[in-house]
């Protein structure tokens, strides 16, 4: 099956800084999402993002399919923003099964 | 604010004892999925509906759970009889076109 690959793995901002998270995949994906896990454990939805660029506040992404990668950007980073991002794709040979990556551990200090 | 709701959100259960996970669909989506949240294992697909049929239960222990959605606005998991290592968090997730939503998830811890 399609594999998911993010980096870094855990990540460690003071409040105000910037970060770029990348989710790389082996195969063709017919769709990929943008999570962030909070400290409740909730999944939130940031970007359903298969080709292109998107912009939500401060939080962007940028998936380039051809070469089979996707960057999440945050900047000005806040305390909120700490937990665990991840990225999930469905490839080309799958009805709808997520795939998830192995996620990054961001925590915001202030 | 559409969304997807579970029940009940915490079950401390003993080894032998059945367990029975409930999810409500946000309205008019068409698809739902239950994922499962381990350590180990980290996020991975038990079962996958579409239109209330089952498509895929591949990643389900045939032998132990099972998956139904009596309607389209109720989606169940049950096992029976549940064991330690069945301890996880369990997320319903439902979606119309591409994109999944997921709801708050149900911590299963079973003794």
Redesign the interface.
Known sequence: GIQVEQSPPDLILQEGANSTLRCNFSDSVNNLQWFHQNPWGQLINLFYIPSGTKQNGRLSATTVATERYSLLYISSSQTTDSGVYFCAVVDGTSYGKLTFGQGTILTVHP | DARVTQTPRHKVTEMGQEVTMRCQPILGHN?V?W?RQTMMQ????LA?F?NRAP??DSGMPKDRFSAEMPDATLATLKIQPSEPRDSA?Y?C?S?LR?????G??T?LTVL
């Open positions: 698809t999925f994922y980290g996020l991975e697909l996958y579409r498509l895929d968090v997320f997730a979606g591409a994109e999944q939503f997921f708050p998830g911590r």
